[in-house]
């Protein structure tokens, strides 16, 4: 029987399993537990560096990946480093670390609570690996050819619904992308802040290389 050995390119959904270490070996991250992320290739599901590190390997590849800030998650920006006074948070305590969604003049972001001295509050709008220089260990488990659905959509269908089992509903758009009504056109699924944030959904459970659109590992459930 012919075996073709597909390779990674434009228009093929992969599932990689990873560990993301930071300059000093330090763990960031891992598809671990969760399984192999899932994404479509060349949709912008992931960082791109990390896309362009997994272009042309094929299923059983390992290698290791260095990704730079900027096919990362950006350089930090200082721009992105905001002062509101303390009462803008009413009734809640605002504590150093917490983070948030928030409507900004760059569109809904996660925002995390930088500094508070006195009355002011500094946030700050960087992602929380803007800047940093990104090294991962990858294995690529599987290649296979998208479905046309999977094209139209942006992301990977199988195996579970958005976001570990949750699946769509009918306030798909057909230009894609699933599950809330106030998802952004761009892809993302599941709760509309997040996908329009750092894309992708469900922040906690997100694998961090996942940049736009998809869910999770799981990509999206839509019925398609
Ligand atoms: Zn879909």
Do not use: W
């Amino acid at each position: 029987m012919l075996q073709i050995t597909m390779r990674v390119a434009k228009e093929t959904v992969v599932a990689i399993e990873y560990t993301l270490k930071d300059d000093q070996g330090n763990i960031i991250d891992a598809s671990g537990e969760r399984g192999p992320m899932e994404y479509l290739h060349g949709a912008q599901n992931i960082i791109p560096g990390l896309e362009q590190g997994v272009e042309g390997l094929v299923a059983g590849d390992t290698k290791n990946v260095l990704v730079p800030p900027q096919l990362g998650y950006g350089e930090y920006s200082e721009k992105l480093l905001q002062q509101v006074p303390l009462t803008a948070f009413g009734a809640n305590t605002p504590q150093v670390g917490m983070r948030f969604h928030a409507e900004t003049n760059l569109g809904m972001r996660v925002l995390t609570i930088k500094k508070i001295e006195g009355e002011e509050v500094t946030l700050d709008g960087n992602h929380e690996l803007a800047g940093k220089t990104l090294h991962f260990d990858i294995k690529v488990v599987s290649v296979r050819a998208a479905e046309l659905t999977e094209l139209s959509h942006g992301h990977p269908h199988q195996s579970g619904g958005c976001c570990g089992g949750g699946g769509c509903g009918s306030g798909e758009s057909s230009e894609g992308g699933c599950c809330s009504t106030g998802e952004s056109s761009e892809g993302g699924c599941c709760s509309s802040e997040e996908g329009a944030a750092a894309g992708g959904c469900c922040s906690t459970e997100q694998p961090v290389a996942q940049k736009q659109g998809g869910c999770g590992s799981a990509g999206c459930g839509c019925s398609a």
